[in-house]
């Protein structure tokens, strides 16, 4: 039984480890990073900026009134002009540092995928909360066969459930994660032109993503072979008990050659006739 319980709470750990992964991945927008080459803002020098382009207003001597007719000169040439804004995404929404200050500005990510791929992108979002509910249930599952452990209730059929919802979980999950990259390929090519990045890879949220994927299918593996084997010594322990209860007396059985009666005369020496009859004798 210690045992038993002991294997019980080595597979709730990755289960656990596996519902963590999930929904960390869900939640955050790291799956995928990028960045795309924008103008910078134009700054004066005094500002000391790093992230815009520095210009120097002409003294007033000049006479100019009007600003529109201000010469500004400006030190950046080429492709010193321009800064690599970096961008993540998510699920959700799709985030990108704001160059005139700090802090990020984000938007929902839906708002950019095109309108053909939105309905994928839901199917994508729903399949991956569906995985993080399949791996909670199979945690509680788990658990309550480690807290109401009782021989009355066949817990074979709890482990059963539990390799079948988590096998489930990891395949789900897969097929997910290859939606999302399919629709983010596709939003990179065919999005608004103010957000797709020139650069892209995965993040740490995808990562994530797979890792939980992986635990779930070692975890199913897992489960279904201690299904198998205790499933195989229960079926041997009433196979047991059930010729115990009927035990195989060995009885001797008859000769069937025995004769029961015999009815030969046997002659003697003094010329006598015996006739064998069962139970006496007779002299003839």
Request: charged share 15%; hydrophobic share 40%; proline share 4%.
């Amino acid at each position: 039984m210690d045992r038993a319980r002991q294997q019980q709470a080595l597979t709730l750990l990755p289960i656990c480890l596996a519902f963590a992964l999930s929904l960390t991945a869900v939640s955050s927008s790291y799956w995928c990073e990028g960045a795309r080459k924008v103008t910078k803002p134009l700054c004066l020098d005094q500002l000391h900026g790093k992230n815009c382009i520095h210009f120097r207003r002409p003294n007033s001597s000049y006479g100019t009134k009007d600003e529109s007719q201000v010469v500004l000169y400006i030190w950046e040439i080429g492709d010193d002009k321009f800064i690599q804004r970096r961008l993540h995404v998510g699920l959700w929404e799709s985030c990108e540092e704001n160059l005139n200050s700090t802090g990020e500005r984000c938007r929902s990510f839906r708002s950019v995928v095109p309108t053909e791929e939105q309905g994928v992108l839901w199917l994508c979002i729903g399949a991956e909360v569906l995985v993080v509910f399949l791996i909670l249930t199979s945690a509680i599952l788990l658990g309550s066969r480690m807290s109401f452990h009782s021989c009355g209730f066949n817990w074979l059929k709890v482990d059963a459930s539990i390799a079948i919802l988590m096998v489930f979980a990891g395949l789900l999950g897969m097929v997910s994660h290859m939606m999302y990259t399919t629709i983010f390929q596709i939003t990179v090519n065919l999005g608004p032109e103010d957000w797709r990045p020139q650069t892209w890879d995965y993040g740490w949220s995808y990562c994530l993503a797979w890792g939980s994927f992986a635990l779930c299918m070692a975890v199913s593996v897992t489960v279904m072979s201690r299904y198998t084997t205790a499933h195989l010594e229960c079926s041997e322990r009433q196979r047991v008990q059930k010729s115990q209860q009927h035990p195989q007396y060995g009885f001797s059985k008859p000769e069937t050659s025995q004769r029961v009666w015999e009815t030969g005369a046997t002659p003697s020496p003094a010329g006598h006739t015996f006739l064998n009859v069962p139970g006496k004798v007779s002299m003839c």
